[in-house]
């Protein structure tokens, strides 16, 4: 995938990036967008939607003209550190220790970012365990050596009086013991080596501090005790860390040097960020900036729920509209303007979010990139294979599997575009979708690695390592088997039925309702007519699920499940999804092979044996029936709809009407199948079958005759006849 | 590339800054560097650059230098010019300071181009071969920047489009002139014809044995030394005791020098009062001029003299002639004579001016007359003739020439040239010096093969104009003598008359105390 995949219209010259940094990826100045208020800018994507690549492609290719820090909230490394001495180090510093050196090691325009404010609240934080032994303490302190700015922080004197400082923190570890607390000794040696222009530094930052009073030192104190007490007091003093190391950017900015010598915004760059540690960091920016400390460090933080995430609503349904939400699809840039009035605190924090959309792939770029994989571009070898007769038929039939699964997701595509790589397709007219997913696929992080089918690896980058982060531990080993079963389902409620039965005998089991909101947390769509949402993760969990255990046993059990319980209902008891309970049981019947039992409920049901249905009523329930899942081609075995539906293959028995409802039922199941070709030849008999069922006096042959036509025209189309939100954009 | 450039140069304020005080700097330099080694100086016309505030250079295609007066007449030398364009032709230069800084001067410097034009236009209806084309250049203020001018003279010349073939004009004998004249003739052996400056040292010395100060020079206008011998003649013998000479001690003034010496030549009788000298600042500016005068006037007074000689330039002679005027010396009447600069005198006179120069209302005789020569003047030849019986042929022709010339004037046959003012004589004398160009070129045609005479062959012919192949100018006979000069040129003795302000034209003076020998045949001895 190459890195700027579908980001064209962010990245480019008059992009939302461009003009948030201020330069364009050349380098060039634009003028900035918003300011001096800036909002927090979350990119909002499932998994696998490129959010972490758009940072990285930020971080490369515009940290080149503006500082760009980068730091992921779910590196392991951050937890360890803080680990090593919980009692003076947290994630938060150790992030924005991590931040501080890279704008430490910013070699470009205006050189480095010093922060001497962040390093005397690190170094009051690092100093102030009272329990820990001197030499700790000081080797604590020692340990942010590297954050100390060289040079003009210090005054007239530069290097000597940072040598001298350097040199009075070695003498404080010779003379043990202490006469006074090591935090006492520390601050006393700093302000009295810092010069005027750096106390007034600390003053302005630390003398903000609660209780501080204006005196900065009472500020480092009170920082230092509010870090030690933990909870609360912890969340505090590491906020306000990081507002010194904001405050630190924004002086580097602002001062007469930084004003001739840089351009554009800083930059800092959040993956992950909807984790715990982005939430800490995230959090104090926006109630900083609602409360009019204003800075002019650009803050992008991924975040994985439609909305950004749940902390920055304080009543969803109060809040929801508050939000500004763009997407590059919605052209120009996104109008952001902090909501007036309210108390700083109280409202919601999403007045200080923008929340862009990430961008799915038009078809044109999956193409592209399709193209690109399939080795266009391999060198000769693509051009002496050449044009093979059926070879644009087999890559307009990968091209449309591909568009229909990945949705334009950028991961899908890619892994899907690389699978197809390595495929050959014999014959385009019976390629379905099932085989794009079995193609094999070496990890690329793996190359001598066995390669493995191409739906096994996208689930693992999609689900196994993007767990939701409250799913309890005991649940990780089974979330994906749980959600292969819920993709057979529809509503919660067939969904919880599922999860009652499979976690029969487990202590900790999982409601389906909290399933759906850890699959919301992690990004995935909502569907009303699919517990599953998104339409290509179904495909996965439903091979998935087919291949647990022999011949689809697994599959056919859960659907068995879901028949049994709905054929336990009473037979016309209403239905959100496919009109009465029968037909729900139908439905599922048919997914786990029923094919005569739901072509016997259909024919029963027909208001000509069944005068109390009416005809509307029955087509609904024909095209609900009909979109079961098929297992047959995932299983390998001969599929003889094709046939049934033409009358080719005699039906089991039965009258006519039988036998017409028969065909008719399997050339929609057919059409409706998505995962292979439209067969435009079956789409000309609906009028015909439609029309032959009411050569018999039935009330509703009107309906028939203009579903006829609806059909028609959809299928002309290559609509599905009964559109679904997880399918609308796919057509 | 670009990138590369705004990344380094103008990504920031600081860039910015710098680069442009940079560029700034380099501007600067390249402003003050370039200018002085490159010489790009600012283009006034084709062929005319600017230098020190004045356009020099040469131009032919209709360019005034700024100086309206002569728009019309440079317009019709460019139409000329243009006629002609493409026939065998050689080129004359007319060199006058063409920027004059007052209307006087202005006025005057028209006539000299109208004269040009005018020999211009007549040359080339003679149906002789080559033509004639015309250019006029500009050597600058007081001729200051003459050099690059002769070096622009010097190309024309070795061109073979433009073929130089004379330079004329020079209407101020100047250091600067001398120095032009003598580059030209000496270093570049292209010949010149001075027309208008009367100073001795920008004359050939006659004598056989003489080395000639300038080679290939010729003149139409009688030097000062001739002009005073000329004025010396017509005053008869006027005794030393009636005669006082006042002179300007300005340094590199040849013109006021060599008048000085013309005007010093002994003289019968008891000796008169001494020289009264006195030194102007500059040509053009009388200085502390005046009160000397009045103490040189008071002097005057006390002496038996009379008559003054004044070898100065025509402003401090206004003024002198006013101091003069002004001193109350018991009713004595004063002449001055002076040269022929005096001629401009005119123009300087207010009515006030006059009013003081008449003295008495009542009187019968003016205060102060002046009375000074003129290279030539246009009722000469007229008066000359009335109530004479004898016609002499130094008479007729120069009245035949003249009077053509006055009808190509007043009939704009020429051309729409401005008004003709023949009064001042500049008209006259340059279009004798022009006539007298085109002789000697067709002769050096008629002897040598091609359509253009080589340069050398042209300057040969100046000794050949006498006798039979004389010039019969408007302002005389123009016989030249071996050294390049006019042989016995009469000059005009003229009396400017205050009360009725006008010039008088006097008599006709003869540098060699006598009238031109027939047919002008120059006498051996002579050069």
């Known amino acids: 995938m190459s890195d700027d995949l579908g980001f064209s219209k962010l990245l480019d010259d008059d992009g939302l990036v461009a003009r948030l940094l201020g330069k364009t990826l050349k380098g060039r100045n634009r003028p900035l967008l918003y300011g001096p208020d800036l909002p927090v800018v979350f990119l909002t994507g499932g998994p696998g939607m490129g959010k972490g690549r758009l940072l990285r492609c930020v971080r490369d290719e515009f940290g080149r003209h503006v500082p760009a820090v980068h730091a992921d909230c779910a590196a392991p490394a951050h937890a360890e550190r803080a680990g090593q001495h919980p009692s003076t180090r947290s994630e938060v510093t150790e992030a924005l220790r991590e931040m501080a050196v890279q704008f430490g090691a910013w070699g470009g325009d205006g050189g480095p970012i010093a922060v001497p404010r962040l390093y005397a609240g690190l170094v009051a934080v690092a100093a102030g365990d009272p329990l820990a032994g001197s030499a700790t303490g000081l080797e604590e302190v020692r340990r942010h050596d590297d954050l100390l700015p060289r040079g003009s922080f210090w005054g007239g004197v530069l290097h000597r009086a940072f040598r001298h400082y350097l040199a009075a923190l070695a003498a404080l570890l010779a003379a043990q013991p202490l006469a006074t607390p090591l935090i006492t000794a520390i601050l006393d040696e700093l302000f009295e080596r810092v010069s005027s222009e750096g106390k007034a530094a600390l003053e302005d930052c630390y003398g903000a501090y609660s209780g501080a009073a204006g005196h900065p030192r009472l500020g480092l104190h009170a920082l230092s005790v509010d870090f030690q007490q933990g909870g609360e007091g912890r969340a505090n003093a590491e906020s306000f860390l990081f507002r010194a190391l904001r405050e630190d950017v924004e002086a580097a900015y602002a001062s007469v040097r930084g004003r001739m010598a840089r351009a554009g915004r800083p930059a800092v760059l959040l993956d992950h960020a909807d984790n715990a540690l982005g939430r800490r960091l995230l959090r104090p920016v926006l109630l900083d900036r609602e409360s009019g400390h204003h800075d002019r460090v650009v803050v992008f933080a991924t975040a994985r729920r439609a909305d950004g995430g749940r902390f920055l609503y304080r009543s969803t349904d109060a809040d929801a509209e508050a939000v500004a939400a763009w997407g590059p699809a919605d052209g120009g840039l996104p109008v952001w303007r902090r909501a007036q009035g309210g108390v700083p605190g109280l409202v919601a924090p999403a007045r200080g979010a923008l929340l862009v959309r990430m961008p799915t792939l038009t078809t044109e770029q999956q193409n592209n990139e399709v193209a690109r994989l399939r080795g266009h571009g391999r060198g000769s070898g693509a051009g002496t294979l050449g044009h093979q007769p059926g070879e644009h038929a087999s890559r307009l039939r990968v091209e449309s599997g591909i568009h229909r699964l990945s949705g334009g997701r950028p991961r899908f595509v890619a892994r899907l575009g690389e699978g197809a790589a390595s495929l050959r397709v014999r014959d385009p007219a019976a390629f379905t979708d099932w085989d794009l997913l079995d193609a094999p696929v070496r990890a690329g992080d793996e190359p001598e690695g066995r390669p493995v089918p191409v739906a096994d690896l996208l689930l693992d980058d999609l689900i196994t390592r993007q767990l939701p982060e409250e799913l309890p531990p005991e649940q990780h080993d089974h979330w994906l088997d749980l959600l292969g079963h819920l993709s057979v389902a529809h509503t919660g409620n067939c969904a919880q039925k599922l999860l009652l039965a499979r976690q029969e005998g487990r202590d900790e089991r999982l409601s389906a309702y909290r399933v759906a909101e850890l699959l919301a947390d992690s990004g995935w769509p909502h569907c009303p007519r699919h517990f599953i949402g998104d339409r290509g993760l179904r495909h996965l969990l439903m091979r998935r699920l087919y291949r647990t255990g022999q011949h689809g046993d697994a599959w056919r059990a859960d659907h068995e499940l879901l028949r049994d319980h709905f054929a336990g209902l009473f037979p016309s008891a209403p239905d959100d999804q496919c009109g009465t309970a029968a037909a729900h049981a139908a439905h599922h019947h048919l997914a786990a092979g029923g094919v005569e039992a739901a072509v016997d409920h259909l024919t029963r049901a027909f208001p000509l044996r069944d005068a109390t249905r009416g005809m509307a009523e029955w087509c609904e329930e024909l095209l609900a029936i009909a979109g079961a899942p098929c297992a047959v081609p995932l299983g390998g075995g001969t599929d003889d709809r094709h046939a049934r539906a033409l009358g080719e293959a005699p039906p089991a028995g039965g009258d006519w009407l039988r036998r017409r409802i028969d065909r008719l039922l399997h050339a929609v199941w057919l059409y409706e199948d998505r995962t292979r070709p439209v067969d435009q030849a079956l789409t000309g008999t609906w009028r015909q079958l439609l029309d032959r069922l009411g050569d018999e006096p039935v009330p509703g042959t009107e309906v028939l005759t203009r579903k006829a036509g609806e059909w028609a025209q959809l299928a002309q189309e290559r609509q599905p006849l009964k559109p679904c939100t997880c399918t609308r954009h796919l057509g | ?527």
């Open chain 2, 1 to 527: 590339m670009l990138n590369w450039l705004y990344n380094h140069l103008w990504a920031t304020r600081l860039k910015k800054a710098v680069t442009v005080l940079a560029v700034v700097a380099v501007v600067t330099a390249a402003g003050i560097v370039v200018p002085r080694n490159v010489g790009g100086p600012d283009t006034c016309a084709d062929g005319v650059e600017k230098h020190g505030g004045e356009c020099i250079g040469i131009n032919g295609s209709g360019y005034d230098f700024g100086t309206s007066a002569i728009g019309r007449v440079s317009d019709a030398i460019a139409e000329e010019n243009r006629r002609i364009d493409g026939r065998p032709h050689i080129t004359v230069a007319l060199m006058l300071p063409l920027q004059p800084e007052s209307d006087a001067e202005r006025e005057q410097l028209r006539s000299d181009v109208q004269g040009a034009y005018l020999g211009q236009y007549r040359a080339n209806r003679a149906e002789e071969r080559p033509l004639i084309r015309l250019v006029l250049a500009n050597p600058g203020r007081n001729y200051g920047q003459q050099e690059r001018v002769v070096d622009e003279l010097a190309k024309l010349a070795d061109s073979t489009k433009h073929n130089l073939r004379a330079v004329t004009g020079f209407n101020l004998s100047l250091r600067n002139t001398v120095d032009a004249v003598d580059r030209l003739t000496n270093e570049l052996n292209i010949p010149v014809l001075i027309s208008r400056a009367s100073a001795d040292e920008l004359a050939n010395d006659e004598g056989s044995t003489a080395k000639p100060r300038f080679k290939g020079l010729a003149r139409v206008i009688p030097t000062n030394r001739q002009q005073a011998e000329a004025l010396a003649a017509f005053h008869g013998g006027l005794p030393d005791e009636k005669t006082v000479l006042v002179k300007d001690t300005r340094p590199d003034d040849i013109y006021v020098d060599s008048l000085a010496r013309a005007f010093s030549r002994d003289e019968k009788g008891p000796p008169g009062a001494k020289d009264q000298e006195f030194v102007s600042p500059s040509i053009n500016d009388p200085g502390e001029t005046g009160n000397d005068f009045t103490l040189i006037g008071h002097n005057i007074c006390r002496s038996p003299a009379n008559v003054v000689y004044f070898a100065g330039r025509p402003v401090h002679l206004r003024l002198f002639a006013i101091k003069l005027a002004e001193v109350s010396c018991h009713g004595k009447r004063y002449k001055i004579v002076s040269g022929s600069g005096a001629a401009t005198l005119d123009r300087y006179m207010s009515d006030a001016d006059w009013k003081k120069l008449q003295g008495d209302a009542g009187a019968k005789e003016a205060a102060v007359t002046v009375q000074y020569t003129a290279p030539a003047h246009p009722s000469a030849w007229s008066r000359e003739l009335s109530g004479e019986k004898e016609r002499p042929a130094y008479l007729t022709e120069p009245q035949e020439e003249l009077e053509e010339l006055r009808r190509l004037a007043q009939r704009q046959g020429a051309g729409d040239i401005g008004p003709v003012d023949l009064d001042d004589s500049r008209t006259m004398l340059v279009h004798d010096g022009m006539r007298t160009i085109a002789k000697a070129v067709f002769m050096a045609n008629a002897q040598s093969p091609g359509a253009v005479p080589p340069r050398e062959r042209v300057s040969a012919q100046w000794p050949r104009l006498e006798s039979a192949h004389r010039v019969a100018g408007t302002s005389g006979w123009v016989c030249l003598t071996n050294a390049g000069n006019p042989y016995d040129k009469p000059v005009a003795v003229v009396e400017l008359d205050p009360r009725t302000r006008r010039l008088a034209f006097a008599g006709l003076g003869w540098p060699e105390r006598r009238p031109q020998p027939k047919d002008c045949v120059v006498p051996s001895g002579t050069g």
